[in-house]
């Protein structure tokens, strides 16, 4: 099967634990993006729900689908968020943020009871850091931030080469907050929470793409014998 197909199975699961009435954190991505059309069939049918974007490109997508919004400032407590990621570990620890989401994304989950992932089974590694590890900083000071950001990756006991993202037209890539995204080459991130901790002490870092403990379930569809197998991981 191919990687959209098993995006779409996780998706497709992941409808299922929506029920009538929940306020939802729709995340960011490929495989969200699924989830929210997905989604806007139900809406369409009679579910009642309402979601928090965590991107303008969500929103735009939710708004496409007739799926009511909300904001978190007028509902800061969220049932259930759905989101996908970019590596996630047995320990239910995610990377995210290949799309540059990452900032509204770790706000809407840490509003939410619950976070289930949606992921198909390339997402899996035992040890984080092969997909390169989005740091999100602002403009200001950018150099002395990034030489910051070295020296707190290397007291983590990490190493890799260090790079601002670019647009698909070679200029830096800005967030929707209007910031700049450092890409951490890691390979091996040996303890996301040493690297987490190193991270945010740096003044200019408004936020990493460790998801840490903000995870509570995850729906992975993986190909088996040609077929999508659902496996789901914590609360699911
Ligand atoms: O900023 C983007 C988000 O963290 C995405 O959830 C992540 O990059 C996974 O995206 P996709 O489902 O397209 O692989």
Redesign the pocket.
Known sequence: MSPAEL?RAAAARAVGLVEDGMRLGL???????IFVELLGEKVRAGLSVVGVPT?EATRRAAEAAGIPLTTLDETPDLDLTI????EIDPQLRLI???????LR?KIVAAASRRMVV??DGA?RVDTLGRFPL?IEVVPFGLVATTLAVAAAIRSAGCAGPLGIRKGADGTPFLTDGGHLILDAGLARIPDPEALARALVAVPGVVEH?LFLGLATGAIVAEAADGQSRIVTLGAA
């Not at 995340?27 to 993006?33: K, L």
């Not at 995210?96 to 990452?102: N, V």
């Open positions: 995006k995340g960011t991505g490929s495989t969200a993006t991107s989101d996908g990621a970019d995210k943020g290949g799309g540059g989401a990452l994304e949606i992921v997402k989005p793409g």
